[in-house]
Every structure is written in C-alpha cells, then in structure tokens.
C-alpha cells in the first residue's frame, strides 16, 4: 500500500519516520556492554556471551502503567511515563537478583505525533539509564479509530541475568529475617482507577496545588516510579541477601509474601518508616479504611529486602549512598500466611 493510500486510512507514514529518526539520540543514551545494534533492525540483538556468566538465568518482566496514562493525558505531561513503563518491569526483574540487560517497548496511538512521541521515549530512555539496560527496540503503532485524540498506551519489556547460583527466590528466606523497606517516590503505578475515582468524587482539580500534598496535584501523582536496580543490586553483591519483594498492585499483602513458603508470616510495624502526604491525602479524601491501605497502595515503601538481622544496617548505608531512604519495617515470622500490620 502507498503511503498516499495509507494516509488516507488515517496513518501518516512520514509523522512515524520523523519519530523514528527523533527517537535515535535518546536510545543512544542506552547504550551499555553486549549492545550489539541500535534500533532499526527488525529485531534487537544483545550478546549476552559478551558478559562473561558461567551458568546464565535470564529472567523477564512486561508491564504497563494502567490509568496512570489518564492523569499524563489530562496533564499534557508525557516525559516521566516512560520511567514509570521501564520501572515496572526492571523492579519486577530485579526481585529475582537479576540485571536488567535490555528493554523494548510497545507504543500505541491514534495519529502519530513526533514531538509527543519523543517525550516519551525520553523518558523510556531516562528509565534506561537509570536502571543500567540498553533500549535496543520497539514499537510505535498508529491505528486510527482505536485511541481518542491525544491518548496512547505504552507497555514494555524487559530482560535481565543473573548467574544461576545466585539466583534470588524462596529457599534462603527464614523466619528471624528482617524486613529492610526502601522508601517509595509515591503513589508510583498503581491504584490509579481508585486515585482517579476519588479525585472525581472529590471535584478535584490536577492542575491546583494542594497544601496537603506540598505541590500541584496532577504533578505529585505522576511522580515518576523509582528504579531501584543499581543501589539493590550493589546491595546483593554485598550483603547475603535472602529475598526481594517490588512492593506494587496489592501493596504489603499481596507482593511481600510472594518471597516466603507457605509456613511463613508477616509482622509489619508501622510507624517504623514514614507514611508519605500522598496515602493521607487519598485514605482521606477516598474514605479509605486505613488497614485496605496497606492492601492497595505502597505506603512509601517501593521495595523490601528480607535480610539477617545483622546484615540489616548494613544494607540501609549502601542504599544511602544512591540517595534512597531505607528503614527496617519487620521480620518474618512463623504465623503461617498471616500478614501483620500494627503501630
């Protein structure tokens, strides 16, 4: 099909291409050992015998950022998303003691819009660089019809390594271990449909600064996801680490006991890290049961580690030098499959 006939089923061949070529600084941004081509090619290329692992575990994460997008559209902000579609799936990655190695990611729109476009892969790039993998593909897909004007959906990809006997999962975890919480950067991406419930039931507006939150409401929202790769992974090359939960959808309940057997429990002390202005502004203003809190939203902890009691402060000083609060938050215990949750 020519582009004059596919322009005239809605697509604008030439807006895809200047896109493409918008897209080539920032993927270069990317770039880290085992790159093997940039984008272009039909399929991405890394060399993982590059690396030097003797017994390599890839490990791989896709995720989106849900409703989150709503808030960017209703926002015209567009240049954080990205970080928040790249954390989603190296923070999943990394609970398994994995090094992210590459990301792809899968943009979808009604009309291509290269300034936009660029905005976001900006910030898929910045994702990128943050958590140490190379951005080596993807996909921008315009269908007419499909999207409303000016909204978009994004999802990604990503694959990492570790060395198979370091590989992070259930069997080092003890009861005794405690919990090290790594501090949030806020809501990050999840539970946005009841967040934009309860701006809606509440008249809201996300362009008005609110003195509860310390900032323009839609701004504080779409705080962009923290990427916790290089700091945990400098923690698991020092400390003998037992298990890592990436605190998202369900909060404490659902992602914590993903790291124990099924003997095991949770004893969660709050008021040992602080529950950050955004959780009392929606616990407020949504009516929120403060105990369903803990079973939707992150409460200022982005993610745990479960370490010896000893290594634990050890592990709060390496975290400290990337810049993360770190505070430990419990310890697990013998209550099978109970989790715990008191002041």
Not at 14 to 25: D, I, L, P, Q
Not at 121 to 146: F, H, K, N, R
Not at 277 to 306: C, Q, S, T, W
Request: glycine content about 12%; some cysteine.
């Amino acid at each position: 099909m020519g582009s004059k006939a596919y322009a005239q089923g809605g697509v604008d061949l030439e807006a895809g291409y200047e896109a493409v070529r918008r897209y080539k600084k920032h993927v270069k941004r990317t770039d880290r050992p085992g790159c093997v081509s940039g984008i272009g090619s039909f399929g991405g290329m890394f060399d993982l015998s590059s690396l030097g692992y003797k017994e390599p575990m890839l490990v791989s994460g896709t995720d989106g950022v849900g409703t989150k997008l709503k808030l960017a559209f209703e926002m015209d902000k567009h240049d954080t998303i990205g970080i928040d579609a790249v954390a989603m799936c190296v923070n999943d990655v990394l609970a398994q003691g994995a090094e992210p190695l590459y990301f792809l990611d899968y943009v979808a729109l009604g009309h291509a819009i290269p300034e936009k476009l660029e905005r976001i892969v900006s910030g898929i790039a910045d994702g990128c660089v943050q958590a140490g993998c190379a951005l080596i593909g993807g996909e921008t897909a315009e269908m007419p019809g499909m999207y409303a004007d000016g909204e978009y959906d994004i999802a990604g990809f990503a694959v990492g390594v570790v060395e198979k006997s370091k590989l992070i999962d259930d069997s080092k975890v003890k009861v005794g271990d405690v919990l090290v919480g790594i501090a949030s950067t806020g809501v990050h991406s999840n539970g946005f449909s009841l967040v934009r419930k309860i701006i809606k039931d509440n008249n809201l507006n996300l362009h008005d600064y609110s003195e509860e939150l310390g900032g323009v409401i839609g701004d504080v929202f779409l705080t962009p996801t923290r990427i916790y790769c290089k700091q945990v992974l400098d923690v698991i090359k020092n400390v003998d680490v037992h298990g890592v939960a990436h605190i998202t959808g369900g909060g404490f309940d659902e992602n914590i006991p993903r790291i124990l057997t099924d003997d095991m429990g949770l004893d969660i002390k709050e008021g040992s890290w602080p529950i950050l202005p955004v959780f009392k502004f929606l616990e407020k203003y949504g009516k929120v049961d403060h105990r369903e809190m803990f079973n939707i939203y992150n409460m200022g902890i982005g993610m745990v580690i479960a370490v010896n009691e000893c290594d634990a402060q050890k592990v709060i000083d390496i975290l400290a030098k990337y810049g993360d609060k770190a505070y430990v938050i419990g310890s697990i215990t013998d209550n099978a499959k109970k989790v715990e949750i008191h002041k």
